[in-house]
């Protein structure tokens, strides 16, 4: 189904039929219709009460865990208002906005899911107690054809959490594209305080395809733990006494040990991350979140000003901060499709990054990863993206239920946010789902 909306009221055509599908529409059309006859009288609904922001804030965790370690309602909250709990830095957007056009296909609003209360459509689940994603967006040769925020308002900027590294990854593909970055390079290359750490010797690549052998994988349970190092001197981390000024000054002065030879396996650690954000910083002379808008943001007609979080001595959490609307990460997304230029006058993500990520993996990273996570379908990780599968979808997630899914060969993009439900994490993941109905739509054989 296609349908059409004038140039003059698409934009509050689609906040409205945003709140439309929001309000329970289960008919593409019926949203849709509700967005066209009552667009201009959109009203501006406030993500939280007073009372409700007050009772938040006081629930918080102060000296037993860190403030993200709440789940369910409260860590909902959390997520959408990290700019209330933390210091941010900004990241800035220019130019004229990317409208996207309106292209709202009832395939996946009603796309059947299964749960443990039986079948339903797609709508039906996000907005049911098996779900606790806050807002999708779902792009299609350049065009919204899906969107829903069951627990979130369209302009609020939840954390993405790691999806972060892929920003990261991207300007870092950005500077190798122009000669500034040579990744088989040692880190030291590029940042000579590491000559003499552990660090000393591991290629830029091996950072950026979480290979670099050092024994620091993510470990949010244990405050002694190298991970916890690194995050506390971020002002993210569980209470620890006295950690390092700065993550620069852990990264070059911790004893990490070695878990394995650099290149052999993969193990997931957002130290590795910073590094390469490092790498960034020593190369342009600029703060990360910088070069993010002189490279990416600025260019790609974004909504709003993304921010990232920078808990202690305004230093971006490059591993897993940014803030942003699920609309502006889903316009990165685009970016790395043939439609890019719905976003962008710009072709900003160069044929070659897209081609390494598609088949420049190393599939025996995975085959010797520390932990086996391997997905049956998955062909490899690369360059920060958790998993390319075989049929190209390109997948970052982030801590909680958080995710970019692009598939350039099938000219599709999904951004979501969402948090965990209980200790157990006993909501549906949305992944699994997503990309069932994905298939489906637009997969092999599909004529959307």
């Given at each position: ?14 906040v ?31 993500g ?9 804030h ?8 860190a403030w993200?370690?709440?789940?369910g ?7 959408k208002?990290?700019?209330q ?6 990241v ?17 609003a009603e796309?059947?899911v299964?749960?443990p209360?039986g079948?339903m ?9 098996h ?10 040769r ?9 627990r ?5 900027k939840?954390i993405?959490?790691s999806?972060?590294k892929?920003f990261v ?8 594209d122009?000669?500034?970055v040579d990744?088989s ?34 470990d ?16 993210d981390g ?9 993550p620069y ?6 004893d990490y040990g070695?878990?394995a ?7 997931y ?12 910083e020593k ?9 993010l ?8 007609g974004a909504?709003?000003?993304a921010?990232?979080?920078a808990?202690?001595?305004?230093i ?8 942003a ?14 439609s890019?230029?719905a976003?962008?006058?710009q ?11 598609l ?26 993206w ?5 049929n ?11 995710a ?17 439900k ?13 990309r ?13």
């Amino acid at each position: 189904m296609s349908v059409c909306i004038s140039k003059k009221t698409r934009h509050a055509a689609a906040v409205a039929l945003a709140a439309a599908l929001a309000a329970g529409c289960t008919s593409a059309d019926r949203a849709l219709q509700a967005a066209e006859t009552s667009a201009d009288a959109a009203p501006f609904k406030p993500g939280a009460t007073v009372a409700d922001t007050l009772r938040w804030h006081r629930d918080l965790p102060t000296d037993r865990t860190a403030w993200w370690d709440v789940v369910g309602e409260q860590q909902a909250w959390a997520f959408k208002n990290v700019h209330q709990i933390a210091p941010t830095v900004n990241v800035y957007r220019d130019g004229p906005v990317s409208e996207l056009r309106y292209r709202p296909m009832d395939e996946i609003a009603e796309h059947p899911v299964d749960t443990p209360d039986g079948e339903m459509g797609l709508l039906d689940f996000l907005h049911s107690e098996h779900s606790t994603t806050m807002g999708l967006v779902i792009v299609h040769r350049g065009e919204i054809v899906f969107e829903a925020y069951p627990r979130m308002q369209r302009y609020q900027k939840p954390i993405f959490w790691s999806v972060t590294k892929a920003f990261v990854s991207t300007v870092l593909a950005i500077l190798e594209d122009r000669g500034e970055v040579d990744v088989s390079k040692p880190i030291e290359f590029y940042i000579p305080e590491l000559e003499d750490s552990q660090l000393a010797g591991i290629t830029v690549r091996n950072a950026l395809d979480m290979a670099s052998g050092i024994d620091c994988p993510d470990d949010y349970a244990d405050s002694s733990a190298c991970y916890n190092h690194y995050e506390s001197t971020m002002g993210d981390g569980l209470p620890m006494e006295n950690p390092e000024d700065t993550p620069y000054d852990m990264l070059i002065n911790y004893d990490y040990g070695y878990w394995a030879d650099q290149g052999v396996g993969f193990d997931y650690s957002g130290a590795n991350t910073f590094l390469v954000g490092w790498v960034i910083e020593k190369v342009t002379g600029m703060p990360f979140q910088d070069v993010l808008t002189r490279e990416v943001w600025r260019h790609m007609g974004a909504e709003a000003d993304a921010s990232i979080f920078a808990g202690r001595n305004g230093i971006p959490l490059t591993s897993g901060g940014l803030l942003a609307n699920v609309r502006d990460v889903a316009r990165f997304g685009v970016l790395f499709t043939p439609s890019y230029q719905a976003v962008s006058e710009q072709k900003i993500i160069s044929d070659r990054y897209v081609d390494l990520i598609l088949h420049g993996g190393r599939p025996e990273l995975f085959e010797n990863a520390r932990q086996r996570r391997r997905m049956p379908d998955a062909r490899h990780n690369v360059y920060q993206w958790d998993v390319v599968f075989d049929n190209d979808d390109v997948y970052k997630g982030g801590w909680g239920g958080q995710a970019l899914l692009i598939n350039p060969e099938r000219d599709y993009v999904a951004a979501y946010a969402g948090y965990f439900k209980d200790r157990e994490h006993s909501e549906m993941s949305l992944l699994p789902v997503l990309r069932q109905v994905l298939d489906s739509v637009f997969g092999e054989g599909a004529t959307p």
